[in-house]
């Protein structure tokens, strides 16, 4: 491609290191679109005719087919994708070929096509990011009645709703929507045109080729279009935080499917055995999610590690933003796919979640509350009934154990009334605050995210 300069042949050595075509390949389909777009705006500035555009195009198609059909041979010498296939094209098609890189620089084009295949990309993780919440709320919904202790330190806090705990992860897949959705509107900006670095002293129409492309802009300075990678950089941010929450809900998972808690079963399909221990029956999907979640938050490191040196404007170290980048959108996508179907083998265990869940110390806030009622200021409430937990342990015994006149030694308010607060569906419908979870809030919350993701 560039003969006209050099009198030896690029080493041996050179053309392995510096090919890029085993990876990104996977551009090819964006590489014949933006060739498409970029042809049509060649003919519209009388570059080339209606038919060697057509030539083109239909060169193009043919090519596509052959590389869908995995019959086409690619070149490593050739380095790239976008080589790869103009020189192809020439080769079938002649002169027409060899006019198509008019205005064009693969600077501008590796841009477009990074940015047309991560706009694809983020459709269908935002589609996996929604199965993921339906199966939450399948999970939930099949699980309604079900309360646990909710946990903090790891320690037992207070009584919810299981469903209440699985639709805070609902939750945080909806922020994780919101992000790629806004990381989307700025990547859908087309870059095609900005040339090399200063675009060209042949003037295109930039707008018609990002309308054939569907991008919602053109980018407004050279310069910045063919060294700008935000985009990669922010949706890699964005499948960190998405693989961030796949791995605290592992987390979670891994626990509840533990002799030690006991709160969930997992379908044999999406649990493994040991060839060693017959009795195991171990969360693989879980642990391989928080295991991978380490390579998508070094994916993110290593391309912003990769940007922060570099000199405006493209550098040949930006090669090394696809793979990070393949691996990410691959593995978050794997793991929304099979996160989703494994919860949808799930099924919480009410026996174990109910024997969890009569502990009366997740109730010991309730009682700090109920005196609270009675006037006491909350510190010394507080603090009452830490004496009262604290008389228990001495004692090996549990809160509804005490009698009366232990509460009443150690505060005046308790009344007889104190023993009908160990029961966990009052206090459950006592939590009627906005995002807490009374019964009738949780179900109120599963009925909007019902009509949300339906
Ligand atoms: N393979 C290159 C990349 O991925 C394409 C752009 C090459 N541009 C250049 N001037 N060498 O970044």
């Known amino acids: 491609m560039w003969k006209g300069r050099f009198k030896e042949q690029t080493a041996q050595l050179l053309q ?3 090919e890029s075509i085993s990876f990104d390949w996977r551009l090819w389909r964006h590489d014949i679109e933006g060739s498409k777009a970029h042809s049509a705006a060649l003919e519209k500035a009388g570059l080339i005719t209606a038919q060697e555009r057509a030539q083109i195009v239909v060169g193009l198609e043919e090519i596509g087919a052959e590389i869908e059909g995995g019959s086409f041979r690619f070149k490593a010498e ?9 020189a192809e094209l020439t080769k079938r098609i002649g002169a027409a070929g060899a006019k198509l890189h008019t205005a064009r620089s693969r600077n501008d084009q590796v841009a477009l096509d990074l940015r047309l295949y991560l706009r694809a ?6 589609e996996g990011l929604v199965e993921m919440q339906r199966a939450l709320l399948g999970l939930a919904e099949r699980c309604g009645e079900v309360i646990i202790p909710g946990y903090t330190h790891l320690q037992r806090a207070q009584p919810v709703y299981f469903a209440h705990h699985l639709l805070a992860y609902v939750e945080m897949f909806q922020r994780d929507r919101e992000r790629l959705q806004d990381c989307r509107r700025r990547m859908n900006v087309c ?5 090399a670095i200063a675009g060209s002293t042949i003037v ?6 990002a309308d054939l492309l569907g991008f ?3 980018t407004q300075n050279s310069m910045d279009a063919v060294s700008d990678r935000d985009f990669a950089v922010e949706l890699l941010a964005g499948l960190s935080l998405v693989a961030v929450h796949l791995s605290r809900l592992s987390e979670d998972v891994i626990l509840w499917a533990s002799s030690e808690f006991k709160f969930i079963t997992i379908s044999d ?9 017959p009795q195991k029956k171990n969360p693989d999907v879980a642990e391989l999610t928080r295991g991978k979640t380490g390579r998508v938050i070094g994916n993110l490191v290593s391309l912003l590690t990769t940007l922060k040196g570099l000199p405006m404007t493209y550098n040949r170290d930006m090669q090394e933003d696809k793979e990070p980048v393949f691996d990410s959108v691959d593995t978050v996508k794997a793991a929304l796919a099979v996160f989703s179907a494994m919860l949808g083998g799930m099924a ?3 026996d174990a979640c109910a024997a969890a869940v009569a502990d009366p110390n997740l109730l010991a806030t309730d009682l700090a509350d109920y005196l609270v009622n009675r006037g006491v200021p909350f510190r010394l409430a507080h603090e009452a009934v830490g004496k009262a937990v604290g008389l228990c342990a001495e004692r090996g015994c549990e809160l509804p154990e005490l009698g009366l006149g232990d509460y009443q030694g150690i505060s005046a308010a308790f009344g007889a009334d104190v023993f009908e607060l160990f029961d966990v569906d009052k206090s459950m419908e006592a939590r009627g605050a906005t995002g807490a979870p009374s019964p009738a809030n949780v179900s109120a919350q599963m009925a909007r995210w019902k009509a949300a993701l339906s």
């Open 348 to 350: 919480a265990r009410p």
């Open 16 to 18: 392995q290191y510096s």
């Open 191 to 195: 870059p095609l045109g900005s040339g």
């Open 269 to 277: 399909a999406f649990t493994t055995g040991s060839s060693l221990m």
């Open 216 to 218: 919602a802009e053109v």
């Open 78 to 86: 050739l380095e790239d994708i976008h080589m790869n296939i103009e």
């Open 121 to 126: 990309e983020c459709d269908v993780l935002l």
């Open 204 to 209: 295109l129409d930039r707008r018609l080729v």
